[in-house]
């Protein structure tokens, strides 16, 4: 059997964005991924449905894996033939000890790439706003391990040539003896008043940052209670950081959003989470997909077999226009047989999806809603006019019986159907438990229902407790009713009913919950 290849990846500080091209790339084509907790969880999601996941960190019930063993793991998946990623947090040459695993692949004769990523070192201070060099302040900087005990610093780390060898000194794991690595470089000439800063979980929605000096860091961390993982900054550049500080104004700095939407359309959400400094945490819970019952195709060609016939063509999601276009497309279909029908659309997306297929829409509704769009169409609609209504499996009834009772023939079409799915996520129930999810936006009543019942499959038996803390922001009002009579409390709903209202109403939610702190 032919040895497979090991793809040594830094996974980058945390920001899941944060992560090389080449990485990802590596990343995506691999058969089998070994990694740990540093990685990031929504890297996993770039990860192919069929490759294996080896998780080689610590959790709660289980110890971490030794290097040794990881080390031999990662020959023996190689000597089955298999490509293999093994993605470390930060960048893998730094204090990450891929030297000890490139030596074995390479004593095996396994061919190996070690692909660099973005050090925490570097990253994690620039996120809070500290630049590690300055024209003015520091034309140099160390990096340094703080996590050894003191003994064993003094034995690696020379103080008295380390202390004002460069600028700034950065110590990575150094958190639990910020008070000797304090001591010990006062003791060797940098000034008590030398700017120091600690940041921790940078690039994460749970970064924060404790600044102080030499002589006063200790005591505030232990004030603050302040825990690790962080990132320490020794010098003059700290005190950049009250006029370069970004991250933190963004108005959802510190949120991390359960986005459940469909994968194929939660990047518009997740894309502007993340640009107002929020973390989208991508989980979807829904897949619309065509029917594959004969009954569902047989009425869908009847009904497209009279096109010529109808009055109106009335369409109320965006999934709606794309499925509607490809049935016609599957049935052989010109949409020029729709010559005499006007399209409504519920809402600016639906309208704008049907302008990219060259249709502009005749009706657009103030509210997003079924309710709104009868309403607006209202004085047009006449007994004896014959309308379509292409849309999901679960739609509402509401829309085709007011329809009716207005005298027109109402033709409901079911052009797809909305699936379940409970991706595979190793860490979600995890990050619930733990407090780490703040906000989950709903953009349907199906999301609602399927995010219980995922949540139920992976082992949560009362889904609804779990989540009783996290801000719940619902795209409009009918989802809002369902999440409530699932036992969640709702906090915001978009004003308009639109992805953009939805961000909006995560705004007022963090707006809101830094207040209350």
Known sequence: MAKGKVYLVGAGPGDPKLITVRGLEALRRSEVVVYDRLAGPQLLGQIGQAAERIYVGKRPDRHTMKQEEINQLLV????????????????????????????????????????????????????????????????????????????KLDRSIQWDKVTNATGTLVFLMGVAKIGYISEQLIKHGRPPSTPVALVRWGTRAEQATLTGTLENIE???????????????????????????WVEDKPLFGQRVLVTRARAQASELSARIDELGGEPYEYPVIEAKMSEDPAVHKAVKAALAEAETYDWVILTSVNGVDFFFRWLELCGVDVRRLHRAEFAAVGPATAAALKARGIIASALPEKFLAEGLLDSLASRLKPGQKALLPRGDLARAW????LRKLGLTAVELDVYENVLTAPKDDFLLEVLREGGIHAITFTSSSTVTNLLEALRRSGAERPEELLRGIDIACIGPITAKTAEENGLTVTACAEPSTIEGLVQALVRCNQARNKRQ
């Open 219 to 245: 005591a505030k961390v232990r004030e603050a209670d302040f825990q690790p993982p962080a990132v320490i900054v020794v010098g003059d550049v700290v005190r950049q950081r009250e006029e370069l500080r």
């Open 399 to 402: 829309l085709p019986q007011e």
């Open 76 to 151: 023996d998946l190689a000597l089955q033939g298999k490509t293999v990623c093994r993605l470390k947090g930060g960048d893998p040459t730094v204090f990450g000890r891929v030297g000890e695993e490139a030596e074995l692949l390479k004593k095996n004769g396994i061919p190996y790439e070690i692909i660099p990523g973005i050090t925490s070192a570097i990253a994690v201070p620039a996120y809070a706003g500290i630049p590690v060099t300055h024209r003015d302040l520091a034309s140099s900087f160390s990096v340094i391990t703080g996590h050894e005990s003191p003994d």
